[in-house]
């Protein structure tokens, strides 16, 4: 392992152009304006992991955006471990609020700043290299294969069939992934959950134009005020969701669990700060981490409707819109939470308006035992380079292929992420701290090496 950590060592600043190289391809999924980068993006990773040593490596066309593979397959009755990451990201708007160009990457106190830095293509990135540092150094203890997608931030549309026609290429015993976070730079944590995810839009709709609000309004229903009323129904004082038959199929964690969820830190007031809020919300009789890891949630992601432009505009809108997600937990099924939002939302509907409703996309949750021989090598792993042993966290995010990943391949995944909640990912000024980068390069070897010794 010397051999290796010296390698990455001497090979920091190369590491680092690389990763700014492919972060300057702005591969943005969900616009098709950029479709061409989408495509770069991938010849990019593609000759990266041929320079690093993989044996072949290739781009696979899908019905959507293209995966990239590659494998390196020294030795067939060693562990293989199946590396899965994306190289798509999130728009960049707004633009002015970025403090430097999005796909610009900049290191201001030791952060990476730019659309992607943390997610994914930083930590997705700290696969390629580590794998290089051991190809190189001749320490790669197991075979490994690259599966890197370009949809998760859209939903991952095209994997599932992907993962289906290509099941005998990705055999594999472990699924390894970073895109998740740490607690706390000092406090290294390994997810052992998900939540799941079913996303909607809907749209109200009232007169057959937009009208002068003098003149009709107080006599015609405003599908915007309208719209407002529905949403604020969706949930009750306690802050539970009203859609009947949300909670039939959720997960119970136990009190032993939620105590041992407990040990991990947890600082209210740094969190509010953090944020700028004076005061946290959520479900009754449950505290901020249980709210965002172990239960359901329903939010409000965009809502809009008539003017919105400067000034003002006296107009009573015919359509109003909004896009809703619902966070979902272990047994719930993003489809069937999809039919009971559907069928409820149209209910709460005053005279006067019709509604629409449409399930964009979704993925069920996840959960890995703590005590399997994967999670045990990333721990091992990760206490090798910092020194103290992770704690096991429920992540409130999604990552829905990852369910699909267990049930088409028979895999399970182990998400070792490094990256942190102020990285802001999803949002202007993304970053991720070049100590994180580079301690990710560090530890991935060991997981290989604890891997293939417990699995012998």
Same mark, same amino acid.
């Given at each position: 392992?010397?051999?290796?950590?010296?390698?990455?060592?001497?090979?920091?600043?190369?590491?680092?152009?690389?990763?700014?190289?492919?972060?300057?391809?702005?591969?943005?999924?969900?616009?098709?304006?950029?479709?061409?980068?989408?495509?770069?993006?991938?010849?990019?990773?593609?000759?990266?992991?041929?320079?690093?040593?993989?044996?072949?490596?290739?781009?696979?066309?899908?019905?959507?955006?293209?995966?990239?593979?590659?494998?390196?397959?020294?030795?067939?009755?060693?562990?293989?471990?199946?590396?899965?990451?994306?190289?798509?990201?999130?728009?960049?708007?707004?633009?002015?609020?970025?403090?430097?160009?999005?796909?610009?990457?900049?290191?201001?106190?030791?952060?990476?700043?730019?659309?992607?830095?943390?997610?994914?293509?930083?930590?997705?990135?700290?696969?390629?290299? %580590?794998?290089?540092?051991?190809? #190189?150094?001749? +320490?790669? @203890?197991?075979?490994?294969?690259?599966?890197? !997608?370009?949809? *998760? /931030?859209?939903?991952?549309?095209?994997?599932?069939?992907?993962?289906?026609?290509?099941?005998?290429?990705?055999?594999?015993?472990?699924?390894?992934?970073?895109?998740?976070?740490?607690?706390?730079?000092?406090?290294?944590?390994?997810?052992?959950?998900?939540?799941?995810?079913?996303?909607?839009?809907?749209?109200?709709?009232?007169?057959?134009?937009?009208?002068?609000?003098?003149?009709?309004?107080?006599?015609?229903?405003?599908?915007?005020?309208?719209?407002?009323?529905?949403?604020? %129904?969706?949930?009750?004082?306690? #802050?539970?969701? +009203?859609? @009947?038959?949300?909670?039939?199929?959720?997960? !119970?964690?136990? *009190? /032993?669990?939620?105590?041992?969820?407990?040990?991990?830190?947890?600082?209210?007031?740094?969190?509010?700060?953090?944020?700028?809020?004076?005061?946290?919300?959520?479900?009754?009789?449950?505290?901020?981490?249980?709210?965002?890891?172990?239960?359901?949630?329903?939010?409000?992601?965009?809502?809009?409707?008539?003017?919105?432009?400067?000034?003002?505009?006296?107009?009573?809108?015919?359509?109003?819109?909004?896009?809703?997600?619902?966070?979902?937990?272990?047994?719930?099924?993003?489809?069937?939470?999809?039919?009971?939002?559907?069928?409820?939302?149209?209910?709460?509907?005053?005279?006067?308006?019709?509604?629409?409703? *449409?399930?964009?996309?979704?993925?069920?949750?996840?959960?890995?035992?703590?005590?399997?021989?994967?999670?045990?090598?990333?721990?091992?792993?990760?206490?090798?380079?910092?020194?103290?042993?992770?704690?096991?966290?429920?992540?409130?995010?999604?990552?829905?292929?990852?369910?699909?990943?267990?049930?088409?391949?028979?895999?399970?995944?182990?998400?070792?992420?490094?990256?942190?909640?102020?990285?802001?990912?999803?949002?202007?000024?993304?970053?991720?701290?070049?100590?994180?980068?580079?301690?990710?390069?560090?530890?991935?070897?060991?997981?290989?090496?604890?891997?293939?010794?417990?699995?012998?």
């Amino acid at each position: 392992m010397k051999k290796a950590v010296e390698y990455i060592e001497k090979n920091r600043e190369r590491f680092l152009e690389e990763l700014f190289g492919l972060i300057r391809i702005p591969s943005v999924s969900a616009d098709p304006v950029h479709k061409e980068d989408m495509l770069r993006a991938t010849e990019y990773l593609r000759d990266n992991l041929l320079a690093s040593g993989a044996d072949q490596a290739e781009v696979i066309p899908t019905e959507g955006h293209p995966v990239v593979y590659a494998e390196k397959v020294t030795d067939p009755s060693l562990p293989t471990v199946l590396i899965y990451g994306h190289y798509d990201v999130q728009p960049a708007e707004p633009l002015e609020l970025w403090d430097s160009p999005p796909f610009e990457p900049e290191v201001r106190e030791g952060k990476i700043y730019a659309r992607g830095a943390d997610d994914d293509k930083g930590q997705m990135f700290m696969h390629v290299k %580590a794998f290089e540092a051991m190809v #190189h150094t001749d +320490t790669l @203890p197991c075979n490994v294969k690259f599966m890197i !997608e370009g949809e *998760e /931030e859209i939903g991952s549309p095209s994997l599932k069939k992907f993962c289906s026609d290509h099941k005998e290429m990705l055999a594999a015993d472990v699924i390894l992934i970073s895109d998740t976070t740490m607690l706390a730079p000092d406090i290294p944590s390994i997810t052992v959950g998900l939540r799941g995810l079913a996303y909607m839009e809907v749209e109200v709709t009232g007169p057959n134009r937009d009208l002068h609000s003098g003149l009709y309004g107080g006599a015609v229903m405003n599908p915007a005020n309208a719209l407002a009323k529905m949403i604020a %129904a969706l949930t009750d004082e306690d #802050h539970r969701i +009203t859609i @009947p038959g949300f909670y039939d199929d959720v997960l !119970e964690v136990s *009190e /032993e669990e939620r105590a041992e969820m407990a040990k991990a830190p947890f600082d209210p007031e740094a969190f509010r700060r953090s944020i700028g809020i004076e005061r946290e919300v959520g479900e009754k009789g449950f505290t901020t981490p249980e709210r965002t890891g172990i239960r359901p949630s329903l939010d409000v992601n965009g809502i809009w409707g008539g003017y919105t432009g400067e000034g003002a505009k006296t107009v009573l809108p015919a359509k109003a819109y909004a896009k809703i997600s619902m966070r979902l937990v272990p047994h719930q099924r993003s489809e069937k939470i999809a039919k009971l939002f559907a069928e409820y939302f149209p209910t709460l509907a005053p005279g006067g308006v019709t509604v629409k409703v *449409e399930y964009l996309h979704g993925g069920e949750g996840y959960v890995s035992p703590i005590t399997s021989v994967e999670y045990q090598a990333a721990a091992k792993a990760m206490e090798e380079t910092f020194g103290k042993k992770p704690i096991p966290v429920r992540s409130g995010g999604s990552i829905p292929i990852v369910s699909v990943f267990e049930d088409v391949l028979g895999i399970k995944s182990i998400l070792m992420g490094f990256g942190l909640d102020e990285d802001a990912i999803h949002s202007p000024n993304e970053s991720y701290p070049l100590f994180n980068f580079y301690k990710g390069i560090e530890t991935i070897p060991w997981f290989y090496h604890y891997y293939r010794e417990m699995k012998k």
